[in-house]
């Protein structure tokens, strides 16, 4: 079962599954999520926080045997001007959840995690040992779920895999899912906004201890990011040999907002000016990430480039409409 599954990147993640002849059953409220996004699978729209529909679902697929958990809120600004509904959401959500599939005996939870979550180190690079200092009320409610979950598994029959991932660029190579949001608040995004209309792209913020000044991501390709789950999925009862386990997903290598404007320009047809700006609530100066233990515990690392990612996100802009509307 993938919980947000009719997301962008719960979506993505089912298409893989199904791609690798895993059978997914979609769950999500869509809130955010698309039905069109599920079309084809089995689909139960609502809450996760809905025992009566966790059971219901159980009942009717008595074969899952696995749950990836990708349903969330995940706007840093949103988060800094509404952090109730943040923490209700993804913590309290989240608990109710937990006890759901206990109930109905299951016992493999993958938790789509965030790296927003490290204390960056001097040199913007984290491991998963890196120590936590969450920035945004959305950050800090992936941390305290992620501390929840592993006094959990501590205590009951459940197993948690919470994969940490940075900034998911582009679509499905076959462009079935892409970003749903037709104005995404992230950077391509508004690359791709600003270069549409004509318009300057703001880079937002230009003192961190960067390279260049703008905030550094790790700018990850979406299929890149749903075949990592498709390898977690795999070898989970391999690899889980303590009940909680935390994994990286990234490029390792980072970009920076002014490497990403310049990316963008090398694959556009359209290219974007660009002009500097302040940075916005709760943003931070970003990091990357080392995935020696992806690449060792799931042989997995990424196959794509950002100028990939930079492509798909352009070629789904340009279908998107005609698929949902």
């Given at each position: 079962?993938i919980?947000?599954?009719?997301g962008?990147?719960g ?10 002849g895993i ?7 869509l809130v955010?999520?698309r ?17 009566d529909?966790i ?6 697929h008595p ?8 349903a969330a809120?995940?706007v ?18 989240s608990?109710e959840?937990?006890?759901h599939?206990?109930?109905?005996g299951?016992t ?8 927003s979550?490290y204390?960056v180190?001097?040199d913007l690079?984290v ?12 950050a800090?409610?992936?941390?305290i ?8 598994a501590?205590?009951?029959p459940?197993?948690?895999l ?9 679509a ?13 608040s ?7 906004q ?11 913020g230009?003192?961190?201890?960067t390279?260049?000044?703008?905030g550094?991501?790790?700018y ?5 990011l ?23 997903l990234g490029?390792?290598?980072g ?8 990316a963008?320009n090398?694959v556009?047809d359209?290219?974007v000016?660009?002009?500097?700006a302040?940075?916005r ?5 970003g990091a ?7 690449r060792?515990?799931?042989d ?5 480039t950002v100028e990939d990612?930079i492509?798909?996100?352009l070629?789904?802009v340009?279908?998107?409409d005609?698929?949902?509307?």
């Open positions: 079962m919980a947000g599954g009719a962008f990147i979506s993505t993640v089912a298409l893989a599954c199904s791609d690798a059978s997914p059953v979609i769950l999500d409220n955010t999520g039905a069109e996004f599920a079309q084809g699978l089995p689909f139960y729209q609502g809450d996760i926080a809905d025992g529909l059971d219901k679902i159980f009942a009717k074969d899952i045997e696995a749950v990836i958990h990708a809120l995940i840093v600004p949103e988060s800094v001007a509404d952090p109730i509904r943040y923490f209700r959401v993804n913590v309290s959500g608990l959840f937990t006890a599939l206990l109930r109905n299951c493999r939870l993958i938790f789509s995690s965030s790296a979550i204390q180190n001097d690079t491991t998963e040992d890196s120590p936590l200092d969450p920035q945004s009320p959305y800090r409610s992936k941390a779920t992620e501390g929840m979950f592993a006094d959990i501590a205590a009951t459940l197993r948690i919470s994969l940490r991932y940075f900034n998911p660029v582009g499905d190579p076959k462009m079935r899912t892409g970003l749903q949001n037709p104005a995404p992230h950077a391509l995004g508004k690359i791709i600003a270069a549409a209309k004509r318009t300057v792209f703001h880079v937002t230009t003192a961190y201890p390279r260049d000044g703008s550094i991501r790790d990850i390709h979406v299929w890149d749903a075949t990592a789950h498709v390898a977690a999925l795999e070898r989970f009862d391999t690899i889980m040999t303590s009940p909680n386990l935390v994994i990286n490029t390792g290598t970009t920076t907002v002014r490497e990403l404007v310049a963008f090398r556009s359209q290219p000016e660009s002009a500097d302040p940075a609530p709760g943003d931070v100066a990357y990430t080392r995935i020696d233990r992806a060792r515990l799931l997995w690392e990424p196959r794509f990612g492509r798909d996100s070629r789904w340009a279908v998107r005609s698929l949902l509307g």
